[in-house]
């Protein structure tokens, strides 16, 4: 490179994503600078390390498919391993690669700026200082923004508080303690089960129910290790050739569910409740989370479990999820429901009585209830997709940040959600327009492939500056909101479209078409004709 800078490239964020980008750049022999505000490697998994906190996704195929050596080395416990494990990987993964003698640690990239004259960016390192890079790459997540309810009084209450994504790295200790969760996404689900096997007394306060599909978790024995060992050479192909980059999910009836009799359809998802294999419910047809007809009979037939299921009829009727199933993220857990069943478990419907206020005691509800706490613990999620870029002040060309120039939502644009008009040379691997549907470390092996790709390009063709075209904005921003526009999270409350958040205004914020139409448009975009480059030789003689 020509120009006079600290580093090629600096990545912001040590998790999967911005990991493997700083693997990608040292290959491929640039330099390259890692920063991260947490006290090690991990990201999701460095934060989340509530009770009960696992992936969702088969370990199997929730880890880099880029190397045999790092593969055949590791061996995973269980099908869906906890936090600590994963954490463990990623660990494994970084010493192996011997990456940690690129990254910063503890230190929060607050700001950035890039600086048109110069082609550089100008990151904040904190403490007064300053560096400068080429290519600026944030990773640093789309659900890493903590959201938490404003209730009136908290900062009285004698307890303690948590955000699920903030959890201390010491344990917490729930015996003889009265706990609040608050929400029942995936995170709450997972510290649910956990804590009510714990806490003295547990009260749920529930805003919206969920569909939770039950998943076992076996041990991986040495057979199986054996076996994934052997298949890895057709590892990454089979991920990348599936729907959502999940290959152990398959249709199970390659029709309509309504082309069975409601018996059928009801032996088929009974014998798929058995086999708890989480998210493979939602394929048990074709057409479940396409067609409103056949989804409702999932959901009907879910709803159903849970009425046999919870034995107390007042909290099983305010477990009844009505939205579209799979239109907010499916969520997969063991014994969710039986967790109503124990007698040191409440759930406090907020739809019907909802938060009034906290006092030092405890959370009080609209119907004067005051629900005594010595812990609360929020697991209400985050400022999904944009909240992380938009909060860090990184300006571009003309000086506007990120927030500005996406108006906080309102004027959502990305180019395949990794560049952006008006930020040349900058690169977002988990941003916003990233897909949601699919296995989110296959989708960042994508993105960091087609990011090292572009680079090499443009340092082949000697260019200063690589930036999103307008056009490139439009064409790929339309064919988000078009595939949003015909799922079915259109028609649902979720983070996806920012409906999470009172007042985040309504937009497609993921990517919700499916993995292969998705890594379609990478391969063609290989052209470059969507990105305006200015050449630097150019630049030098202007
Ligand atoms: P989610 O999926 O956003 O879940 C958050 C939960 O918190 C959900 O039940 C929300 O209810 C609830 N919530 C949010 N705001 C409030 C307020 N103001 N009052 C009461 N309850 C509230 O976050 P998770 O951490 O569980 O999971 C995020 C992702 O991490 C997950 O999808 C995986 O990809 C991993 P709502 O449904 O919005 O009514």
Request: proline share 5%; charged share 25%.
């Amino acid at each position: 490179m020509n120009q006079q800078v600290d580093f090629d490239a600096v990545v912001v964020g040590a998790g999967f994503s911005g990991l493997y980008m700083l693997h990608l750049l040292r290959e491929a022999g640039y330099s390259a600078q890692l920063y991260d505000a947490a006290g090690d490697v991990g990201g999701t998994w460095y934060w989340n390390q509530y009770p009960g906190a696992r992936c969702d996704v088969p370990a199997e195929f929730y880890n880099y498919t880029f190397s045999e050596e790092i593969h055949r080395d590791w061996k995973w416990s269980a099908v869906y391993p906890e936090q600590d494990e994963i954490l463990s990987y990623i660990k494994y993964v970084t010493d192996k690669l011997d990456l940690r003698k690129d990254i910063q640690f503890n230190t929060r990239i607050t700001d950035a700026k890039y600086d048109p004259e110069a082609h550089t960016w100008t990151v904040n390192v904190g403490g007064g200082r300053t560096v400068t890079s080429k290519y600026f790459i944030p990773a640093i997540g789309n659900v890493s923004v903590p959201h938490a309810p404003a209730i009136p009084g908290l900062d009285k209450f004698r307890g303690q508080t948590y955000h699920t994504s903030q959890w201390p790295h010491e344990p917490v200790d729930f015996k003889g303690k009265r706990v609040a969760v608050i929400g029942t996404g995936s995170s709450g689900v997972q510290a649910i089960t956990a804590i009510s096997k714990e806490a003295e007394h547990l009260t749920v306060f529930q805003r919206t129910p969920q569909y939770v599909m039950p998943v076992e978790n076996p041990k991986v024995g040495e057979d199986d290790l054996e076996r994934r060992r052997a298949e890895f050479p057709t590892l990454r192909k089979r991920v990348r050739e599936h729907i959502v980059g999940m290959p152990c999910f398959d249709v199970r009836k390659p029709y309509s569910a309504l082309e069975d009799t409601e018996d059928e359809r009801n032996r088929h998802y009974e014998a798929l409740w058995q086999e708890a294999k989480g998210f493979q419910m939602l394929y048990a047809y074709t057409d479940l989370t396409i067609n409103d007809d056949a989804n409702a009979t999932i959901a009907e037939f879910v709803r159903g479990k849970i009425r046999e299921i919870v034995k107390d009829p007042v909290k099983a009727e305010n477990l009844m999820p009505t939205y579209l199933l799979g239109g907010k993220r499916p969520v997969v857990a063991t014994n969710y429901y039986e967790s109503y069943n124990r007698e040191n478990v409440d759930l406090v419907n907020l739809k019907k009585t909802p938060i009034a206020e906290c006092t030092e005691n405890g959370l009080v509800t609209a119907d004067g209830t005051e629900h005594e706490l010595d812990i609360i613990v929020f697991a209400s999620g985050f400022d999904a997709m944009i909240g992380p870029l938009a909060g860090t002040k990184i300006r571009g060309r003309e000086g506007i940040t990120l927030k500005e120039k996406w108006d906080d939502g309102r004027n959502l644009k990305t180019y395949l959600g990794v560049c952006h008009v008006g930020f040349p040379n900058m690169f977002t691997i988990t941003g916003p327009h990233f897909p949601l549907t699919a296995n989110a470390l296959a989708v960042n092996e994508v993105i960091a492939e087609w990011v090292i790709d572009c680079i090499e390009h443009a340092e082949k063709q000697g260019l200063a500056e690589v930036e999103a075209t307008p056009e490139g904005e439009e064409d790929w921003t339309a064919h988000v909101n078009e595939v949003g526009e015909q799922s079915i999270y259109a028609r649902t409350d979720s983070w996806y479209t920012g409906a999470n958040i009172e007042g985040k205004p309504r937009a497609f914020y993921g990517y919700t078409g499916d993995f292969q139409t998705y890594q379609d448009r990478f391969e063609k975009s290989k052209d470059y004709k969507a990105l305006a480059v200015k050449p630097l030789q150019q630049v030098e003689t202007t």
